[in-house]
């Protein structure tokens, strides 16, 4: 499993509260784009707690495929859209996933 960002020396118990409290595992896509060749990935995971703004994490990420995902012909217009839409809604929401994954562990 890739790391998660945000639950740095949380027990077991903190992290099934924040949990209960709303909080969330996402992850934020970006896209780079080469003429023909389009790049479409995700971040690693991050922990956002109830009631904490995403804007900033996804920054970073919305910047990246601001600048370099346009160029891609046709999937790097399309894709670009598709990431900066995601990311501003506060990026895609994987707790189902990483919870099961925890679980297994």
């Known amino acids: 499993m890739s790391k ?5 020396n949380m027990t077991v118990e903190e992290l099934n509260q924040e949990l209960a409290n709303g909080a969330k595992f996402v992850v934020f896509l970006y896209c780079i784009s080469i003429l023909i060749l389009t790049f479409k ?3 690693e995971i991050y922990l956002v707690k109830s009631g904490e703004n995403t804007f900033m994490k996804g920054l970073k990420f ?5 600048f370099l995902g346009w ?15 995601t990311n501003l809604s506060g990026g895609r929401d994987i707790t ?3 919870m099961a994954a925890l679980r297994q562990e």
């Open 62 to 66: 919305n910047l990246i495929s601001f």
């Open 96 to 98: 189902p996933q990483v």
């Open 41 to 43: 990935r995700s971040s």
């Open 4 to 8: 998660i960002i945000g639950i740095d």
């Open 71 to 85: 160029w891609g012909i046709p999937w790097g217009i399309i894709y670009t859209i598709q990431c900066l839409f």
